[in-house]
């Protein structure tokens, strides 16, 4: 249980303000493959360091002036606290390089199709780890991703490993981030302050051997944008972390599929990748499985 000074209690209905940081946040995801692609020529593992590197200065300003830099050291003086927020930061690290390397290598729909499924992944794993009950419309809902799924498979002849790491990174991230006991905030500074040290000796060591992009790279031009990573990735987060505190879980449940429809779109229409009928129809199964899932949340969010 969270005490009040971490993290205060949060009313279950939604407010315009509410709506508006968390529409701001998923419009903002939905159009990142755009500057990735603008970056595709840096390896993710460089563009990933600078993510970190970039976000902890925007992300410090932002809690000095919410005055709650005290949570943080509290954390870093709590051993289980500070263990937690290891494994969360070495999750979404692991999300970061994924997604960076789906947009960059031409795979951007298998990057929206990990987060299409992503919800149900998480009920997955509630049910598992958590011996959360289903329901019918998440158990038919699983079963019609799993589908979806086996098709992409035997179209491509493997996994769709890609769709899977972003899913399930994703959903182990939200799943241990529960319990660490600080506001969202405060727990994306820690983290980013955990990997500003490998991060930085990273950046230093392909700087050192030639390769890195601030130095070596096309001058300005990269300077900017992997400062601009920086913004692209606190802004979004903080944004969507103070959206999802003044609305219900129904109305996020609703509004977490506007960023991957939106990659989806790109995808298609911007980088022309390959979209025949085989994925057509594993992404029809993917649809029906999502609506299906939200089906009682619509229901709710229509009887408010």
Known sequence: MMSDEIAPAVKNEDSARGFAFAFA???MWGFLPLYLKLVAHIS????????VIWSLPITAVILLLL??????WKAIR?????GM????ASLVTINWLVYVYAITSGHALQGALGYYINPLISVLIGAILLKERMMLPQKVAIL??????????????GLPWI?????????????????LPIGPNQGFFLEILILSVPACLYILFVEMSGTGHMVNGNGASDIGL???SGIATAIPLMSYANGAKLLRLSTIGMMQYIAPTMVFITAVFVFHEPFGQTKFIAFLFIWAGLITYSWPMIREYRNR
Do not use: C, N, Q
């Open 163 to 179: 769709s899977l790491a972003l899913a399930f990174s994703w959903g182990f991230y939200a799943f241990f981030r529960k319990t």
């Open 78 to 82: 709590t051993p289980s606290m500070l």
């Open 226 to 228: 992997l400062i601009f």
């Open 25 to 27: 946040a998923y419009f």
């Open 144 to 157: 019609l991703a799993a589908i979806a799924v086996a098709i992409l498979t035997y179209d491509a002849g």
């Open 67 to 72: 005055k709650r830099g005290g949570d943080v």
């Open 85 to 88: 927020a290891l494994v969360t």
């Open 44 to 51: 993710p593992m460089e563009v990933v360091a600078h993510r």
